[in-house]
């Protein structure tokens, strides 16, 4: 059997019935664009340690076909877990002798250090989005006291908030993908892990902006172009925009979620509370992610102590 037959097999009957169509997405273009121009014209038992090492190292080396250069570390992973996963359900399946993904060399993923704003460039972030007239640019000031991610954001409905009792409900997230016809689209599903489903105390200080803004409201939407569907990426463009004109060095919008949480910290809120309204799985994946905020606020803690002396 070729592996690109399998592939297309495996994909149809194994994986499109239980994983979110965004994975199911993902899955389609890494087998579409990587692996089966590279690998579909093998045999089963043809995929052997060193052609995977030889197809994933040329991967990092010259996957992108763009730029002629390599492939990102989370990108050639990407692959491998698709090259792991289909091998894997084709040996148990006795379609294949032996499974070689796991004596592969991945490359290494070192994780990207957290970038968030200042208290000056954040002040300067609200001011223009409070002077800007369109009311879509609110998000960002949301972002910003709430920790949304952007995906959680674009997807946040009014029946999601509740003004009276100060609170935002994150039931469901968006990305940006393709509908059936192949066109791009904003696709709407569940959050991205099962904790991301939470509730998030609104600042009170947030509430009479959220009233006027549904008050001019003519969308289900919270963040809303008129009958213009907002889009992923045109956010980010929007959000780069406005960076640009105060002048601020550029971070993605992912920043925002990091001020929040850098600013959380040195305001003293506890792990457990910051790591359940960020949605993490548990409080060590915010120690980890935000350790240097965290060390820096127990400095200040220490040199408070030390005034004693």
Not at 90 to 108: C, E, M, S, W
Not at 187 to 207: A, D, M
Not at 267 to 277: A, P
């Amino acid at each position: 059997m070729k592996y690109k037959d399998w592939l297309r097999e495996w994909l149809e009957l194994y994986e499109k019935p239980s994983v979110k169509p965004r994975t199911y997405a993902q899955y389609c273009d890494v087998i579409e664009r990587r692996l089966i121009p590279a690998l579909g014209d093998y045999d089963m038992d043809e995929l052997e340690t060193r052609v995977l090492q030889r197809y994933i190292v040329d991967l990092s080396q010259n996957g992108n076909t763009r730029t002629g250069k390599g492939l990102a570390p989370n990108s050639v992973n990407a692959v491998v877990l698709v090259l792991h996963a289909s091998l894997a359900m084709a040996y148990a399946l006795g379609l294949t002798k032996a499974v070689h993904v796991d004596k592969i060399k991945r490359p290494t993923v070192r994780e990207k250090p957290v970038e968030s704003f200042t208290t000056e460039e954040q002040k300067l972030i609200e001011q223009a989005v409070l002077s800007d007239r369109r009311p879509k640019m609110f998000g960002i000031v949301l972002c910003l006291y709430t920790g949304l991610r952007i995906g959680e954001l674009l997807a946040l409905e009014w029946s999601d908030v509740n003004l009276s009792e100060a609170e935002l409900y994150v039931t469901k997230s968006c990305y940006d993908g393709k509908d059936e016809n192949g066109q791009f689209c904003r696709i709407t599903g569940t959050p991205k892990t099962e904790s991301s489903r939470r509730v998030i105390p609104i600042p009170k200080q947030l509430i009479p902006h959220l009233r006027e803004l549904k008050k001019k409201s003519n969308s289900k939407h919270v963040v809303s172009d008129g009958a213009k569907i907002i889009t992923v990426r045109s956010y980010q463009r929007s959000f780069e925009l406005l960076l640009k004109k105060q002048k601020i060095s550029h971070h993605g919008f992912h920043a925002l979620r990091h001020t929040f949480a850098t600013r959380a910290i040195e305001c003293g809120m506890d792990v457990k509370s910051l790591s359940e309204i960020l949605g993490h799985k548990n409080p060590t994946i915010t120690l980890k992610r935000y350790v240097h905020s965290f060390m820096a606020h127990k400095r200040e803690y220490m040199n408070r102590l030390g005034k004693l002396l």
